[in-house]
């Protein structure tokens, strides 16, 4: 049994969603799916889920939302119309999304619930229209499935208890259940969202929940590739991949998976395969608990995400001083901002932190008069235009040299390296760069290693 999630590219229009049918007419084995909402259609298309943002944004800043309602709802009408399904749906649609626009007050709340809409209209769509082809197909609401959530805006988290309640599903009597991807319900009815991506999740979650010997995960390339296709003209093609890989990977830029969407599969040892509604022919990348190690490809990928900030402060005898980086950390806390890492020496301490969480407001400057008040430090340096690099394979473990490897081909891209952290695993490596160094340290180690 299997449960496929088709990502918002393989859904961006009418002729992708009739792809995604034939895959599920002739797969016997897919008996559940996870849709998300219409991508893409062209690089410069926006996705149904940044027109809903845009949509809620308006109606936070008191601007007009008939235009924006309008293009939305134009989305779907071309899908249904070209599908040939029930147009009373789209009525429906709009009465919903005008009655969250009037009735919910709380502007987080309101985004979620907006947000969550691409993939609900998209799951119902695509329910009506795989029955008018005679498949017999149910929508199911995320509520009805019982995927259970915290209260979290923006940020949800699945409920353990959910997963006694997802296993009913395999009770349906249809041959194929369709579900919405992207949110759950809170204890109190509100629907929250999970992060950006996170379709991945409620696949990974149902995955799990129903026991499902393989998940699928379509999207619109054949494989993962060892760097970012973007930057890499041919890049190598992963076969197989473990989780502890992918997640380093998926965390700092794979976009292919998210890396939450790892921990519920990881558990049960459920496997993914990466595969594209375009080639649905091609096999594509296994995401695994375990691979045989090949002795002449150390690493397996290379990836780099920007939009990082880091605080480093300087003290005399810091080393000595007991409870000084609990005290930064409490800062921390207080203003409700989560660090990624903490390199130190013996008198200095950095904190990297994304920086999307000091937007719109003046934390980062509120944080930095309370350490130089609490913490007294000699120096505090910030630094806002940082990425990271990561450098991962299981096989680089007790391997000799991987590191001189690296550096040197950094060095001769004249890349400056502003921190580096390795874990005691030795199967990943993290090195902090400036931004304008992301693509040309890709392309340098991608020439060093494969
Ligand atoms: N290492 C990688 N291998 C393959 N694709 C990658 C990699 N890193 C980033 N990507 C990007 O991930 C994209 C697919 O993810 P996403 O846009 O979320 O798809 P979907 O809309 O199907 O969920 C690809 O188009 C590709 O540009
Ligand atoms: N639509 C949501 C969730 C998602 O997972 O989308 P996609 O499968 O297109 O990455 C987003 O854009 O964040």
């Not at 990977?249 to 292919?256: S, V």
Request: hydrophobic content about 40%.
């Amino acid at each position: 049994m299997k449960v496929a999630k088709f990502g918002g590219s393989s859904l961006s229009n009418a002729t992708q969603i009739k792809k995604v049918a034939s895959i599920v007419q002739s797969d016997k084995d897919i008996k559940t799916i996870v849709v998300s909402a219409p991508g893409k259609r062209r690089d410069d298309d926006v996705k149904v889920t940044d027109m809903l943002i845009a949509l809620c944004t308006n109606k936070i800043a008191g601007l007009d939302t008939e235009e924006a309602l309008t293009e939305i709802l134009m989305r779907y009408k071309s899908i249904v119309e070209e599908l040939s399904i029930d147009s009373s749906l789209l009525d429906n649609f709009e009465s919903i999304l005008r009655d969250y626009l009037n009735t919910i007050e709380d502007n987080d709340y309101l985004l979620d619930a907006l947000k969550s809409r691409g993939e609900d209209f998209n799951a119902q769509l695509i329910s009506a229209y795989f029955n008018s082809l005679g498949i017999s197909a149910k929508y199911v609401s995320p509520e009805e499935a019982g995927i259970r959530v915290t209260n979290t805006p923006a940020n949800a988290r699945l409920l353990p208890s959910s997963y006694d309640e997802i296993n009913k599903l395999k009770d349906y009597p249809e041959d194929v259940l369709v579900i919405p991807g992207f949110y759950g319900i809170a204890d109190n009815g509100n629907i929250v969202t999970f992060a950006r991506g996170g379709s991945d999740i409620t696949g990974a979650i149902i995955a799990r929940g129903i026991g499902a010997d393989i998940y699928e995960n379509y999207t619109d390339e054949s494989h993962i590739y060892a760097a970012h296709p973007g930057i890499i003209e041919e890049p190598y093609k992963i076969e197989e991949i473990t989780y502890r890989e992918m997640r380093e990977l998926a965390y700092a830029g794979f976009g292919i998976f998210h890396d939450e969407a790892l921990e519920p599969l990881y558990q049960e040892k459920i496997p993914v395969m990466i595969r594209n509604t375009n080639e649905p022919h091609i096999e594509g990348t296994k995401i695994v608990p375990e691979r045989k190690l090949n002795p002449d490809i150390p690493v397996i990928g290379f990836s780099c995400d920007e939009g990082f900030t880091s605080i480093s402060l300087h003290k005399y005898l810091l080393n000595k001083e007991i409870g000084f980086t609990r005290r930064i950390l409490q800062i921390l806390e207080d203003y409700q901002i989560s660090y990624e890492h903490m390199p130190s020496g013996i008198d200095d301490i950095s904190i990297i932190m994304r920086s999307n969480q000091f937007e719109n407001n003046n934390s980062l400057d509120k944080i930095i008069e309370e350490i130089d008040l609490q913490l007294e430090p000699e120096w505090i340096e910030v630094e806002e235009d940082l990425s990271l690099l990561f450098i991962v394979g299981l096989g680089m473990a007790r391997q000799i040299g991987i590191v001189s490897r690296v550096t040197a081909a950094l060095a001769e891209e004249k890349v400056n390296i502003r921190m580096m952290n390795q874990g005691s695993t030795e199967y990943s490596m993290m090195f902090a760069i400036q931004t304008k160094d992301h693509e040309p340290s890709i392309r340098a180690l991608f020439k060093e290693f494969f």
